[in-house]
């Protein structure tokens, strides 16, 4: 029984990706997800991702590319004001504008330099560097 299918997928890319493999599937498949992956993949930590249909659900075949440091989620999901950037930036990621925090908004999944510019605030999600 899973109960951070999120937290289980950013797992099993971490852990392919220190094993030096190509490519990795993660299930099951969500929009949450697909979002999340679209995010990493615009940033360049991921290659392509396509679906792959099964009866469980299905699941995401991910590309490797060798760019992750390090990847996971934030427990528990904490509220973040468009002021309050810099503060999580600096309790989740290494250094000033090196990787990225992902927060669900009411205008959809994005990451924290968008939020920035569209001036609003969320839920963390995730962050990878």
């Not at 991921?46 to 075949?61: L, P, Q, V």
């Not at 490797?64 to 904490?78: E, S």
């Not at 309050?84 to 009411?106: C, H, M, V």
Request: glycine share 10%; hydrophobic share 35%.
């Amino acid at each position: 029984m899973q109960f951070d299918p999120l937290n289980d997928a950013l797992g099993k890319i971490f852990n392919a990706e220190q094993a030096g493999k190509y490519n990795v599937d993660v299930s099951p498949a969500s929009k949450l997800l697909a979002s999340v992956l679209d995010i990493m993949q615009q940033a360049g930590y991921i290659g392509a991702f396509e679906r792959d249909e099964d009866g469980r659900g299905g699941s995401y075949r991910v590309e490797l590319r060798g760019a992750i440091n390090q990847c996971g989620v934030v427990k528990p999901r904490h509220s973040v004001g468009r002021q309050e950037f810099e503060q999580w930036e600096s309790r989740y990621l290494p250094a000033k504008d090196f990787g990225l925090l992902i927060l669900t908004t009411n205008q959809g999944v994005m990451h924290h330099y968008d939020a920035k510019s569209s001036r609003i605030g969320g839920r963390l999600l995730a962050y990878v560097f």
